[in-house]
């Protein structure tokens, strides 16, 4: 069988329609939102340990907020 | 198992739906219950590089019933006697348990999945420099604790937008915000740029110029409709990722010129 390109090696081209600019009056560059904008509108790629710990519970705690999801089980 | 695993804060949480989806990459080791030859191990490892059905186990949380995955690629890395360390890319939501059952099974001697490491879970890898143990993170978050310097925070916590960095992205103008957030439809005169590779019924990310997440939605058309198009709908909203009201309310008074 003929190997298929995961997703994460697919490159794509912008094609732009049209120019515009943006106010910056509103909303943030994601890399310059203020703190606490930016902790709850973060992502943590984190390398998860081994065993059933709950590194939800573990995360929560860490960094002091309320909600935590993660991307999926790691079911086997 | 270890490994990747993509921990979404507060309204970030919203994105999980994107990262399900998307791919992942995983290292583990095969244990075979017979003797196999090598060339007879690649060989059969190569046949699974296809769309394969799978039952989710038993023990699962999903409705037990028969679907399909995408393996993108299998490939053998070494072996030593009956161990065989492989890495695997497939789409979210392959059993690795099951599919080594599988291969075991075709090979004729039987196998199981001795160990597992998640080395890729869509855009996050495992070799990126934002990969971390809880531990960084405690640390990390200690340090910004006592300095307040938003450089640490960037040290264990990426904006959502990096969870978006695979699925094709559909930029907007200001004026088209406020409306997408309240849930309208994204129509063709608020569209500014377009990525290749959507068709219709694709899974986009709608941005702002400033590149900040503001929905997931459907496509209605392909990226060559979509930069042709001026007027009508070119995506339906799934999922709104930013606050209303951050960018204006203009879109009573119809579209800037």
Same mark, same amino acid.
């Given at each position: 069988?003929?190997?298929?390109?995961?997703?994460?090696?697919?490159?794509?081209?912008?094609?732009?329609?049209?120019?515009?600019?943006?106010?910056?009056?509103?909303?943030?560059?994601?890399?310059?939102?203020?703190?606490?904008?930016?902790?709850?509108?973060?992502?943590?790629?984190?390398?998860?340990?081994?065993?059933?710990?709950?590194?939800?519970?573990?995360?929560?705690?860490?960094?002091?907020?309320?909600?935590?999801?993660?991307?999926?089980?790691?079911?086997? | 198992?270890?490994?990747?695993?993509?921990?979404?804060?507060?309204?970030?949480?919203?994105?999980?739906?994107?990262?399900?989806?998307?791919?992942?990459?995983?290292?583990?080791?095969?244990?075979?219950?017979?003797?196999?030859?090598?060339?007879?191990?690649?060989?059969?490892?190569?046949?699974?590089?296809?769309?394969?059905?799978?039952?989710?186990?038993?023990?699962?949380?999903?409705?037990?019933?028969?679907?399909?995955?995408?393996?993108?690629?299998?490939?053998?890395?070494?072996?030593?006697?009956?161990?065989?360390?492989?890495?695997?890319?497939?789409?979210?939501?392959?059993?690795?348990?099951?599919?080594?059952?599988?291969?075991?099974?075709?090979?004729?001697?039987?196998?199981?999945?001795?160990?597992?490491?998640?080395?890729?879970?869509?855009?996050?890898?495992?070799?990126?420099?934002?990969?971390?143990?809880?531990?960084?993170?405690?640390?990390?978050?200690? %340090?910004?604790?006592?300095? $307040? *310097?938003?450089?640490?925070?960037?040290?264990?916590?990426?904006?959502?937008?990096? !969870? #978006? /960095?695979?699925?094709?992205?559909?930029?907007?103008?200001?004026?088209?915000?406020?409306?997408?957030?309240?849930?309208?439809?994204?129509?063709?005169?608020?569209?500014?740029?377009? %990525?290749?590779?959507?068709? $219709? *019924?694709?899974?986009?990310?709608?941005?702002?110029?400033?590149?900040?997440?503001? !929905? #997931? /939605?459907?496509?209605?058309?392909?990226?060559?409709?979509?930069?042709?198009?001026?007027?009508?709908?070119?995506?339906?909203?799934?999922?709104?990722?930013?606050?209303?009201?951050?960018?204006?309310?203009?879109? $009573?008074?119809?579209?800037?010129?």
């Amino acid at each position: 069988m003929p190997r298929t390109v995961p997703p994460w090696e697919i490159k794509r081209e912008i094609q732009v329609k049209a120019e515009d600019h943006t106010n910056s009056k509103y909303g943030h560059f994601p890399a310059e939102r203020p703190a606490e904008e930016y902790i709850r509108y973060g992502v943590i790629n984190l390398n998860k340990p081994a065993g059933p710990t709950s590194h939800e519970a573990w995360t929560k705690r860490i960094i002091h907020v309320e909600c935590i999801g993660h991307g999926g089980t790691l079911e086997a | 198992m270890t490994g990747v695993l993509p921990i979404t804060i507060e309204d970030s949480t919203k994105i999980v739906q994107a990262l399900l989806y998307s791919g992942k990459e995983y290292i583990g080791v095969m244990k075979l219950h017979g003797d196999a030859e090598e060339t007879r191990v690649r060989k059969v490892m190569t046949e699974f590089e296809d769309a394969i059905f799978q039952r989710p186990p038993l023990r699962s949380s999903v409705k037990r019933q028969i679907r399909t995955r995408r393996v993108f690629y299998n490939e053998f890395l070494e072996m030593n006697g009956r161990n065989v360390l492989f890495k695997t890319a497939c789409e979210g939501g392959t059993y690795i348990r099951k599919l080594c059952y599988d291969i075991g099974e075709i090979i004729g001697v039987g196998a199981h999945m001795q160990e597992l490491r998640r080395s890729r879970s869509g855009p996050y890898s495992e070799n990126d420099k934002t990969h971390v143990t809880l531990h960084d993170v405690s640390y990390w978050f200690g %340090e910004w604790q006592e300095k $307040k *310097d938003p450089k640490i925070l960037k040290e264990f916590i990426q904006p959502m937008e990096t !969870a #978006l /960095a695979l699925i094709p992205k559909i930029v907007v103008r200001d004026s088209a915000v406020d409306a997408l957030c309240h849930g309208a439809n994204l129509t063709a005169p608020g569209v500014l740029s377009v %990525e290749t590779g959507i068709a $219709k *019924d694709t899974m986009v990310a709608i941005l702002s110029l400033k590149g900040e997440a503001i !929905a #997931l /939605a459907k496509a209605q058309s392909s990226t060559e409709q979509i930069f042709d198009a001026n007027h009508g709908t070119v995506a339906t909203l799934e999922r709104v990722l930013m606050t209303r009201g951050t960018y204006p309310k203009v879109w $009573k008074s119809g579209r800037k010129e």
